[in-house]
């Protein structure tokens, strides 16, 4: 189970967003541009790196609150799209907010639903004043501007809102080249992101809720540090870095993430939407984020794939059907002490639901410890053997 390590904060003096009185980002030590933090909010403190699990839906799939603290999760994401469609916004609110309504009492961060600005496109209508969505449930409207996504959040009752944003499909890079929306499409995707960010901010009116900004900009480099600089001067809480993971290269996020990281305020946490394998945040937690969050674990765990330090592991496969040994021998996790690879295979070939539930429980205690490691490795000042010591691993290089 997780336990919050304690070191003496570097002080940045007081918050200056007056509107979440709350929220607070200590910078507790770093090695490099990597950054040991801690985030402290209205249901408790959250170490940083973080990793966040992803409750689309209120839920982490297959998995209960319990099991989820067991797996030290701190922090858990849910998304305004989703819920707003299913069951609803106001119903929310009316049982209490999310924490009471999924059983969860630890931090909760919410999504804009700007990312279905991307991943529906076919079924969006965008302009200055809204995103005009067709539900994929019922084809009915939905109508999301800027003060509408903040009032849902608000109803949510999430501890970290974000602003809605558009995310608009990978687009060149400054040195490299590639396809995308071109220079033009980027640049419209930026200006409004920026104008609804400063629409998000007016909106914002609960105390207990931090409202994050997103930075734009797909591979152009410069675009996007216009767009982080331009965030900035509006003063919010903690900024997001989106667009990432929707097309581009290793490469292309490589060249754009470092600058769009180093473009962001020292005081304030960052963070990587939708990103990414273990090495993805081992490195970009080199290059200066403080906060994630993707499917990955829980898909994977669901697909009978589990992470390891050694490498994934495929438990369908046929050699671990006499395996009595379990996912990973140092592993702590509820499921790596009590079941073993051999049992896995099998509940996995009987299409047993027991299955997907206990390797994505490991997945996530693997992320988890992951970014406990690191926390560890920054605090000792070294991260980069560490860094160098997972690449190695993972047949990963440094881009």
């Not at 109508?143 to 959040?153: C, F, R, Y």
Request: proline letters at 6%; hydrophobic letters at 40%.
């Amino acid at each position: 189970m997780f336990r919050a390590e304690h070191y003496p904060p570097v002080s940045f003096g007081a918050n200056r967003y007056n509107a979440c009185m709350t929220f607070r980002f200590d910078l507790l030590s770093t090695d490099g541009k990597a950054r040991r933090g801690r985030l402290h909010t209205a249901h408790g403190t959250v170490e940083t790196p973080v990793f966040m699990a992803v409750g689309t839906q209120a839920t982490v799939k297959g998995l209960t609150p319990r099991q989820l603290d067991d797996a030290g999760v701190q922090i858990v994401l849910g998304n305004t799209y989703h819920l707003t469609l299913r069951p609803g916004d106001e119903l929310i609110a009316g049982q209490g907010g999310l924490h009471r309504f999924m059983g969860w009492t630890r931090p909760i961060l919410t999504d804009s639903g700007g990312y279905q600005i991307y991943s529906l496109a076919a079924n969006l209508k965008i302009d200055d004043a809204a995103a005009v969505f067709r539900s994929h449930i019922d084809g009915d409207l939905l109508e999301l501007t800027p003060e509408k996504a903040v009032h849902i959040q608000e109803n949510l009752g999430a501890d970290i809102a974000m602003c809605l944003d558009e995310c608009p499909p990978a687009g060149p890079p400054s040195p490299l080249g590639g396809e995308g929306l071109g220079v033009r499409g980027l640049e419209e995707a930026v200006r409004r992101t920026l104008h609804w960010a400063e629409r998000c901010k007016n909106a914002h009116k609960r105390a207990d809720q931090a409202l994050f900004a997103i930075v734009q900009g797909g591979t152009d480099v410069a675009l996007r540090v216009r767009c982080a600089e331009a965030l900035t001067k509006l003063d919010f809480p903690g900024y997001a870095l989106g667009g990432f993971s929707v097309g581009e290269t290793p490469q292309q996020m490589a060249a754009a993430l470092e600058p769009s990281a180093d473009a962001l305020p020292q005081d304030k946490p960052r963070y990587l939407m939708g990103v990414g394998t273990p090495l993805d945040l081992v490195l970009a937690v080199a290059r200066g984020i403080d906060m994630f969050d993707c499917v990955l674990p829980t898909r994977n765990g669901r697909n009978a794939m589990a992470f390891t330090n050694a490498g994934q592991l495929r438990l369908r496969n046929a050699c671990h059907k006499r395996d009595s040994g379990p996912i990973e021998s140092d592993c702590a996790c509820p499921t790596c002490k009590q079941f073993s690879r051999a049992y896995l295979h099998h509940l996995f070939l009987a299409d047993e639901m027991l299955g997907p539930t206990l390797v994505s429980l490991h997945n996530l205690a693997f992320y988890n410890r992951l970014m406990t490691d690191m926390r560890q490795a920054i605090v000792e000042g070294r991260f980069a053997a560490f860094c160098a010591d997972r690449l190695a691993r993972w047949g990963g290089e440094f881009l």
